[in-house]
C-alpha cells in the first residue's frame, strides 16, 4: 500500500495565484517525520520542511506554508503568489521511527507556473 | 553544508556490463539510500544501509546489488544492465536522531542510459 499519496500528477498555475499541493500519508507509528521536497529541473531534490508527528503548528516560511492534521493523515503546501522559480517537481516523503528505516516518497506534483 | 557525491552525472553503458555507480557523502551519516526516479512513479527504494557493511533491500533490490565498505561511500551495482534500468539514479545520505532519520541529502543525480 502506498504510504505516501500525492494525488495531483500535474498543476498549471498562472503567475501570482496561489496553489495547494496535497499529500495524504499513512502510518501506524505515533512518531514519525513528514518532508517536503523540490526538483527543480537540474534535477537535485533540495529539502524544503520537515515536521514532527508532535507538531501541528502551521509553518509559514516567506511564501511558502505548510498544513499539518493528523485528523486527516495530511501534510499540505501552499505557495503564495507563485512565481515561474517555482515551476518544479515537488515531492512529499515519510520517515517512521524504526531503526534501519527508510524514507517513503510520494509520486511526486510537477508544478509549471505560467508567466 | 552537507555534500552528497554521485561518480557521474551522465552514463551511457552497453547492455549485459556490469555497471559500478558511486556515492560518497561527507557528513559521516550512518544511513544511506540508492532510488531510482522514473516519469510517473516517484522515488523508488532500491537499496539502504544504516551502518557500514549493513544493507537492506528497498521495494525494487531486483538485478541491483550494494556495496558499504565505507562509511561515507554506497555503491550501487548492476550485475548485467538492461535497457529496463535505463533511469535516473539518485543517492542520499541521511543522520538518525534516535531511532529517526531526519532529512535526507541528495546527490545531483546520475542518468544512466543502457543501449
Known amino acids: 500500500a502506498q504510504k505516501v499519496t500525492q494525488a495531483q500528477t500535474e498543476i498549471s498555475v498562472v503567475e501570482k495565484e496561489d496553489v495547494t499541493l496535497d499529500c495524504v500519508y499513512e502510518t501506524r507509528d505515533t512518531t514519525y517525520y513528514l518532508f517536503w521536497y523540490k526538483q527543480p529541473p537540474s534535477g537535485e531534490l533540495v529539502f524544503l520542511i520537515r515536521?514532527?508527528?508532535?507538531?501541528?503548528q502551521n509553518e509559514i516560511s516567506g511564501r511558502y506554508s505548510w498544513n499539518f492534521q493528523k485528523s486527516t493523515s495530511s501534510f499540505n503546501f501552499t505557495i503564495t503568489a507563485s512565481q515561474v522559480v517555482d515551476s518544479a517537481v515537488y515531492f512529499c516523503?515519510?520517515?517512521?521511527?524504526?531503526?534501519?528505516?527508510?524514507?517513503?516518497f510520494g509520486t511526486g506534483t510537477s508544478l509549471t507556473v505560467i508567466p | 553544508d552537507v555534500k552528497v557525491t554521485q561518480s557521474s552525472r551522465y552514463l551511457v553503458k552497453r547492455t549485459g556490463e556490469k555497471v559500478f555507480l558511486e556515492c560518497v557523502q561527507d557528513?559521516?551519516?550512518?544511513?544511506m539510500f540508492w532510488y531510482r526516479q522514473d516519469p510517473g512513479l516517484g522515488l523508488r527504494l532500491i537499496y539502504f544501509?544504516?551502518?557500514?557493511?549493513?544493507?537492506e533491500k528497498g521495494d525494487i533490490p531486483e538485478g541491483y546489488s550494494v556495496s558499504r565498505e565505507k562509511k561515507e561511500r554506497f555503491s550501487l551495482i548492476l550485475e548485467s544492465a538492461s535497457t529496463n534500468q535505463t533511469s535516473m539514479y539518485l543517492c542520499a545520505s541521511s543522520p538518525s536522531e534516535g531511532q529517526m532519520n531526519t532529512e535526507a541529502f541528495f546527490g545531483q543525480g546520475t542518468r544512466l542510459t543502457v543501449v
Open positions: 544501509s544504516y551502518d557500514v557493511k549493513m544493507k
Open positions: 557528513m559521516d551519516h550512518e544511513n
Open positions: 516523503a515519510l520517515s517512521e521511527r524504526v531503526r534501519g528505516n527508510q524514507f517513503y
Open positions: 515536521r514532527n508527528s508532535f507538531d501541528e
